[in-house]
Nanobody, 123 residues
Framework: QVQLVESGGGLVQAGGSLRLSCAAS????????VAWFRQAPGKEREFVAK????????YYTDSVRGRFTISRDNAKNTMYLQMNSLKLEDTAVYYC????????????????WGQGTQVTVSS
């Protein structure tokens, strides 16, 4: 089992930045694909970004590409989402997720989930 805990959410003005963190338990974090998803009120959970176990492959949804950067520090069992140039449309609960072998953008393919952290972007 893998336990995931997100942190770093909060209230930020449009154009500002936040860095989300996802801390994972266990000694095998480096073998997992990890990803960020988000869910706005009344909407389905949406893929944001993912990163391969070694960090060598990353992928972003079109709406965040160029503004967000996903990274991981396997020595610290932590992954990050640096969010710059935030927009009102980025407001959502952000979740980290992990899977041992998958490298997909589908939430149903991820086995482990954090509880989410709220990101609110204001005018």
């Amino acid at each position: 089992q893998v336990q995931l805990v997100e942190s770093g959410g909060g209230l930020v003005q449009a154009g500002g930045s936040l860095r989300l963190s996802c801390a994972a338990s266990g000694r095998t974090f480096s073998t997992y694909t990890v990803a960020w998803f988000r869910q706005a009120p009344g909407k389905e959970r949406e893929f944001v970004a993912k990163i391969s176990p070694s960090g060598g492959s990353v992928y972003y949804t079109d709406s965040v590409r160029g503004r967000f950067t996903i990274s991981r520090d396997n020595a610290k069992n932590t992954m990050y989402l640096q969010m710059n140039s935030l927009k009102l449309e980025d407001t959502a609960v952000y979740y980290c997720a992990a899977d041992r072998t998958s490298f997909t953008a589908a939430p149903t393919d991820y086995s482990y989930w954090g509880q989410g952290t709220q990101v609110t972007v204001s005018s």
